[in-house]
């Protein structure tokens, strides 16, 4: 069912829906938190998919805290 939501999510931020990969990408992201150990690859690839979004529509704070 992830996997399903994070390729979602990747679809929607091609077809330029940010707003919606964004929901999608945050929703993954903390299922991934609490179910994998920090430095997943999954987590980690979910992650940086956010970061992306977040930078996309010009919220670089929260793209940055990604990255810590």
Do not use: F, H, Q, T
């Not at 077809?15 to 991934?32: I, Q």
């Not at 529509?57 to 929260?62: R, V």
């Amino acid at each position: 069912v992830l996997r399903a939501r994070m390729n979602l999510a990747v679809s929607r931020l091609a077809l330029g829906d940010l707003a919606e990969a964004r929901v999608l990408l945050e929703d993954v992201v903390a299922l991934l938190a609490r179910s994998r150990p920090a430095g997943d690859p999954e987590l980690e690839r979910a992650r940086s998919s956010l970061a992306g979004v977040y930078s996309a529509l010009g919220e670089y704070d929260l793209a940055l805290s990604l990255s810590k």
